[in-house]
């Protein structure tokens, strides 16, 4: 885990504040957003070894994971051009744009007894520099993200569980076929 220094040591105890005000993650969301945008506002700069994309993959680098895994932070990375699978988060997620830019695709989350159709399209974002959005809710989470411009994209993003250990779902949306996986976390490089 990266150190901690003080703007961002303020940012998680306000959203600790947030999570442990209320169950309801639409209250959650909105609340978290206005704070990652404020922060985004700010003159916050990551450390730029959690800035840095891998040739291979979009990575995730952990910024805090809270005690007992109730939510948690990420720095995600995409190189030029990277793209996610279709995916799901199985819990509420803020994401904001800290360099770069995102194109995400949205879909309606099948509901239980849906599984084996073609996912449905609901909408398509650009997303850049300073703009949050609240990517995920339970019932409502699943998308995919495509870096675009010609740097790479870098996202603070931050989720309703240790979001690097949870059980999540991937689609094919062709077929709606599902696929459980942990994305786990990428180590940052050693600065160089
Ligand atoms: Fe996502």
Not at 46 to 54: G, I, K, N, V, Y
Not at 72 to 101: C, D, F, K, M
Not at 159 to 175: H, L, Q, V
């Amino acid at each position: 885990m990266v150190t901690v220094d003080g703007a961002l040591q303020a940012f998680i105890d306000d959203v600790e504040s947030v999570v442990g005000s209320t169950e309801d993650e639409h209250e959650i969301t909105k609340r978290v957003a206005e704070l990652l945008s404020a922060l985004l506002g700010s003159d916050y700069r990551l450390p730029d070894e959690l800035t840095r994309p891998s040739d291979e993959h979009h990575v995730n680098y952990p910024l805090y994971i809270a005690p007992g895994s109730g939510w948690s932070l990420a720095a995600v990375v995409w190189n030029v051009g990277q793209r996610t699978p279709v995916h799901g988060h199985e819990t509420w997620g803020v994401a904001g744009i800290y360099s770069g830019a995102e194109r995400e695709f949205r879909y309606a989350k099948p509901m239980a007894g849906e599984s084996g159709r073609p996912l449905t399209r609901v909408g398509e974002n650009v997303w850049e520099p300073g703009q949050v959005t609240v990517c995920c809710t339970t019932d409502d989470d699943v998308h995919s993200v495509a870096a675009v411009g010609d740097v790479p994209t870098v996202g603070i993003h931050v989720y309703g569980a240790d979001i690097g250990a949870i059980d999540r779902r991937s689609y094919d949306p062709e077929t709606g076929a599902v696929r459980w996986f942990v994305s786990g976390w990428n180590t940052p490089a050693a600065a160089g």
